[in-house]
Structures are given as C-alpha cells and as structure tokens.
C-alpha cells in the first residue's frame, strides 16, 4: 500500500504528516487522516509528492518495486534539509532574541500558553504586544499619526482643487 511505503519514506527523512502536508501545501489531515482510515490518497496528492521530493522513487513508492531513494537526488536532498535545518535553526534564534527568551523550552512553553489563551490570533497578539512593549510605541499611536497624515494630505489636495477650481472661473 503506498501509504505504508509513504510513512516509511517519512520515518527515513523525519518528517511528521503533519510537516509533510504543510511541505506539500495540501490541507492539513489530508495524508495522517488517509492513514488513520486506512483509505487512499488521491492522485494530486501523489503528484505533490513526487514533485516535491525528488530524492523518492516513484516507482518505488506507487509499486513497492526497486529502491526507496534515488540515488543521484537523495544527495540533493540532504543539501535541501540542511539547509531547512540551518534556516530553521536561525527562525529559532530570531524568534527567542524578538522575544527575550532564554532558550527553547521557554519559547514552547511561550507559544503553548498564546495558544490556550483562546484569542482568536495568539501568536499574532503576543507579537504585536512583544513589539509594543520592546519599542515602547503603542501600535495606536502609529495608526493615528498615519490617519493624520493621510487627513492633512486630502485637506491640502482638496484646498488645491477647490483653488485650482476657482482660478479657472475667473
């Protein structure tokens, strides 16, 4: 069943549904639920797959038939989730430097408490307030300086018009 050849090629790259439906950019479920019900995956789906990741023989993977890997794109493979890995390294840093944060279980333990405080964008809500209290300006201030802005700016475009108006009645 290309699933079970699917979850073995996942286990080898350690890679969970979840990550590989987000890689693949197919709804989220789409694959682990296919699992979980021992159903099939569509076509679509397959061709993502292939598509995506080169390194996995598609023979292999629709007829159980050769081996799992190609061989000449499995070495690009590792190239590309080194490069994930050294990406994703640096997202980890960025994002405990943004919030002051010591070290990762202090972050997980951060994004677990913004997703159980039931808003509706927890993450987004303690960005915007992590960035409030670090550059000391409520986002509010901002939004009415830009409205003031924007008000002077069609105030003088009107006056103009209404000046640009006149002369031309005269």
Request: proline share 1%.
């Amino acid at each position: 069943m290309i699933l079970i050849r699917l979850r073995d090629y996942l286990l080898h790259r350690n890679l969970s549904f979840n990550k590989f439906e987000i890689s693949l950019g197919v709804s989220h479920g789409s694959i682990s639920n296919a699992w979980k019900r021992e159903k099939n995956i569509g076509s679509n789906v397959i061709e993502k797959i292939v598509m995506s990741y080169p390194d996995i023989s598609t023979e292999w993977l629709l007829r159980g038939e050769g081996d799992m890997l190609n061989i000449k794109n499995a070495s690009e493979s590792n190239q590309i989730n080194s490069t994930e890995k050294d990406l994703n390294e640096e997202l980890i840093s960025q994002t405990l430097l943004f919030f002051n944060l010591k070290n990762r279980g202090e972050l997980q333990s951060y994004l677990k408490n913004a997703s159980n405080s039931g808003a509706i964008f927890p993450l987004e809500q303690m960005i915007l307030k992590t960035w409030e209290n670090k550059y000391g300006q409520e986002l509010k201030t901002i939004k009415l300086q830009l409205m003031t802005l924007f008000t002077s700016q069609l105030d003088y475009e009107m006056k103009s018009d209404k000046r640009n108006a006149d002369s031309k009645i005269v």
